[in-house]
């Protein structure tokens, strides 16, 4: 158990719709980044926040945001889903802004888009 | 932008053999940390080694070792005496040594044969 939680595990919806997925870092960890997994793009970093404020944008699309709340946890809003967005998507934690060994990654919410 | 290459979509190894992943990487930068990520059928993402560039010695851990050669960015995950909790996908991973995002590579599927 790597301390990372993700809400919820498991998510189906249709296309058009919006989803919200979830998650808390490990105890005292600033940063959260989110990665999608995806079996056309493979693991691919989207955005990265710490404590609260945006600091790092990846292959992120338009219609995606995320937001870290004061509490740390992050949530990140996908929005007019597409078949394509079907895919597993990875919150990770680390104590630092950059740098640092190590980030610690939750167990993933599996999205998919009928 | 740098970008992690594994050539080998499948690998097979007999149980309690020796198995050798390979991972390319190409970098602009000269301090960075290179990692070997587990994927097993849980989709969890489980840090198997980490190797920090500016450090000649190849890190182990356990039944797990690296061969980092910088001058030809490549970095091979070599797994001694396998075992069937083994087989995964393994990932080979890059991140700069002040940044923050991980780059992957596409992954390897690790089967162990009994």
């Known amino acids: 158990d790597s301390g990372v939680t993700q809400t919820p595990k498991h998510l189906i919806t249709a296309t058009g719709q919006r989803v919200t997925l979830r998650c808390s870092p490990r105890?005292?960890?600033?940063?959260v980044y989110w990665y999608q997994q995806s079996l056309d793009q493979g693991l691919q970093f989207l955005i990265q926040?710490?404590?609260?404020?945006?600091?790092a944008k990846g292959n992120i699309l338009e219609r995606f945001s995320a937001q870290q709340f004061p509490d740390l946890h992050s949530e990140l809003n996908l929005s007019s889903l597409e078949l394509g967005d079907s895919a597993l998507y990875f919150c990770?934690?680390?104590?630092?802004?950059?740098?640092?060994?190590?980030?610690?990654f939750g167990p993933g919410t599996r999205l998919t888009v009928l | 932008a740098q970008t992690v290459t594994q050539s080998q979509p499948e690998m097979s190894v007999q149980e309690a053999e020796t198995v050798t992943l390979s991972c390319t990487y190409d970098t602009s930068e000269s301090d960075y940390y290179l990692f070997w990520y587990k994927q097993p059928p849980s989709r969890q993402m489980i840090l198997v080694i980490r190797q920090e560039a500016y450090k000649q010695q190849n890190a182990t851990e356990n039944r797990f070792s690296v061969n980092f050669q910088k001058a030809a960015k490549s970095f091979s995950l070599k797994i001694s005496d396998s075992q069937l909790g083994d087989a995964a996908m393994y990932f080979c991973a890059y991140r700069s040594r002040y940044g923050n995002k991980l780059v992957f590579g596409a992954g390897t599927i690790l089967r162990v044969k009994s």
């Open positions: 990770a934690s680390s104590v630092e802004l950059a740098g640092g060994p190590e980030q610690f």
């Open positions: 926040y710490y404590n609260g404020e945006e600091r």
């Open positions: 105890s005292g960890d600033l940063s």
